[in-house]
Every structure is written in structure tokens, then in C-alpha cells.
């Protein structure tokens, strides 16, 4: 089966690149960081649509997705990057 990838660019002007990884599975990329979110290449293609496109916030748009997979749609910070910048230790 050959993997398919889709191209989407965040209103920061940040690429990512999302790898079909199963029927119900997508790899986003930017650069050497990713995620996998439970969600189908069509799917979060789709949802990408409503962000950028019609203009929907991302909380309306990726509702479906945990905030630290918004964020780092929005940002390029992954969920475990998040943790540690904002561990309870260093406080």
C-alpha cells in the first residue's frame, strides 16, 4: 500500500506534513518534531478545511482532538514538550 501524505500550512505560515498511518490513524509532521492523532488522513483533512478555510476556531474546528494536539498545530509544541516546560517542578 503506498502511504499517502498531504501537504497544510497553519495561519502561521508553519508546514506540516500528514502520513496516512492507518485507516483511523494520521502521523502530522513539522520538521523533525510529530504526533499521532486518532483520526483518518480524509477526516483531518477535512477538519483542517474548517480551521483555514471557513474560518472556524480551532476548538470548533479539531474538537475531536486533545488540546495539546491543537497546540501544536498552532504552535509546533508537542504535548510532551508542553509537560516539560510547565512541570509542577519548577515551580
Known amino acids: 500500500m503506498e502511504q499517502r501524505v498531504k501537504v497544510r500550512l497553519n495561519p502561521m505560515g508553519l508546514k506540516f506534513l500528514l502520513f496516512e498511518e492507518s485507516a483511523s490513524r494520521t502521523r502530522i ?3 523533525d518534531k ?3 492523532v486518532e483520526q483518518s488522513l480524509e477526516r483531518l483533512s477535512q477538519l483542517w478545511y474548517y480551521w483555514q478555510i471557513r474560518g472556524d476556531a480551532i476548538q ?3 474538537s475531536e482532538l486533545t488540546s495539546g494536539e491543537r497546540e501544536f498545530l498552532m504552535t ?3 504535548p510532551a514538550e508542553w509537560a516539560e516546560m510547565f512541570s509542577e517542578e519548577e515551580w
Open 60 to 62: 470548533v474546528a479539531f
Open 29 to 31: 509532521e513539522l520538521g
Open 76 to 78: 509546533g509544541i508537542t
Open 34 to 36: 510529530s504526533i499521532v
